[in-house]
């Protein structure tokens, strides 16, 4: 297959592909070529964007991605066609020589069933066995494998099931989990589907979850993520634990699940600080489940306070560190990971693979915006001067001090009353990181404010009037990220953020995607201060979107249209 395609490749030559791919495992997407789309979409299974500037975003192929991109089952002979379709130049041969040897490494090893001594036991098999013979000579996989059955087999004790996986991976031969999982306690779960139905990628999204069995779900934020999680109970139809963000969270889970299945409210339970409750279905906070005291996470039985057949981790990619231990010990348990990005700042995405599972179905978020269920967006980043004392006091600063200085530049503040006066009529979201910041224009706008201090019942109280209406601009803070439905948000403005971070910048688009009833254009405004690490992290955070197919015009802020 692959010489075949190098033949092609070399036969075929020079040819009008968008791509260029490079013997580094780069690839250099032409954006302004007719057939850039075409060329994205190929590669998205499997290719990770890295920068996305003007004219050339670059693509780089890694093993997690060609390893999501089998167990979502595609193929090397898919992939190598890919690079070859498209590519302008001849593909490297040793590239493609390489793709198809990195994509085999997955399934070479698999965990697995088999009766041992009369016993259904959990086995570590290879259909190679100098693989095998490699991997039991690993000083930290060694311990984790118990009797050697047979030339192919070795035992493993079910509670490595999960730390033997995140080994593996660590040394580059990731197991398939064929082991499959225990019932966990039956509970009659269906859906309420009076005037709704699930869209086709949402069924789509549950049946790739459950053939595979346990895994990760990508879906655009405002594409319905809690729908599926429903749907997926509704076809395990036992007890599920449900990890979730905050409390505010855990209650849309659950005024979601009321509204949409026949869970009734003595089902379902919520798990935070504010509440202790174990029911059928049990909402938890991750907070609550990270809170240690004396060292010892005090929580922790909630994961076998009840015979669970699903557990569902909402906002997958915001996974504490913690988490990850915790999961290694739910293997048996059938996993479900929902998130709008697979993107970690902290570079675990290695570990939500091993122990959620792999990437089950994804959806390009133009993809779902080109069937009318979320809505285009306008993404526009404007950008201020900072003054000439700003700039000397920025220019001195320590280096931990500047992206706050930049950030908070009181230049910004105009250019955010100017957009909401443009905007005058709609529903507006002030989005930052700084309170201080928050706080000053609120007050300048004459509106209310949300963060971390404020109570659970307040938040509800104004969330609650933004959607209904009553209230049409809001300030937030970080907490407004993920989970927190406001489906009438059309704009939303930022003004300062986590860094560099490319998780974030997806959640607060999010916040203003949910389809419009005067099926509208959603609108994005991101404030930068030109010539600082503000205006580096912000081209930072735009990367995913990039990948999504999203372009962020770049406006000065003296040339913004004077409001209407």
Known sequence: MVEENRR??????????????????????EVDHERAEEARRAIAPFAELERAPEHIHTYRITPLGLWNARAAGHDAE????????????????????????????????????????????????????PVLEEVLRHKKIKPLLGERVDELTVLVHPSERGHLKQELLKVGWPAEDRAGYVDGEAHPIDLVTDGWALRPYQEQAVEGFWYGGSGVVVL?????????????????????????????????????????????????????????????????????????????????????????????YDEVHLLPAPIFRMTADLQARRRLGLTATLVREDGREDDVFSLIGPKR???????????????PADCVEVRVSLSEGERMAY????????????????????????????????QILVIGQYLDQLEALAQRLGAQIITGQTSVTQRQKLFGAFREGTLDLLVVSKVANFSVDLPEASVAIQVSGTFGSRQEEAQRLGRVLRPKKDAGTAHFYTVVARDTVDAEFAAHRQRFLAEQGYAYRIVDAEDLPNAS
Not at 8 to 29: H, P
Not at 286 to 293: F, S
Request: overall charge neutral; aromatic content about 6%.
């Open 8 to 29: 092609r490749s070399q036969t075929e030559g020079m040819n009008d592909g968008a791509l260029i791919v490079q013997s580094d495992k780069t690839l250099l997407l």
């Open 220 to 312: 655009p934020c405002g594409a319905g993520k809690t729908l599926v999680g429903a749907a997926a109970m509704a076809r395990s139809r036992t007890t599920t634990l449900i990890l979730v963000t905050n409390t505010v969270s855990a209650r849309q889970w659950r005024e979601e699940l009321l509204a949409r299945t026949t869970l009734t409210e003595d089902e379902i339970g919520e798990y935070s600080g504010a509440r202790k409750e174990i029911r059928p279905v049990t909402i938890a906070t991750y907070q609550v489940l990270t809170t240690r005291r004396k060292g010892v996470y005090t929580h922790l039985d909630l994961l076998d306070a009840r015979d669970w057949g699903l557990v569902l």
């Open 78 to 129: 898919q992939v190598v066609d890919a690079l070859v379709k498209h590519s302008r130049y001849a593909v490297p041969h040793a590239l493609l020589v390489d793709v198809a040897d990195t994509m085999d490494r997955y399934g070479r090893l698999s965990l697995a069933r088999e009766e041992h001594e009369a016993q259904l036991k959990l086995v570590l098999r290879t259909t190679d066995r």
């Open 395 to 426: 220019a001195v600063a320590e280096p931990e001090e500047r992206y706050r200085l930049a950030s908070c530049s009181p230049a910004k503040d105009r250019v955010v009353q100017d957009i909401v006066a443009r905007h005058r009529g709609a």
């Open 361 to 375: 179905f994804d959806a390009p978020w133009k993809d779902i915006e080109a069937q009318g269920y979320i809505a």
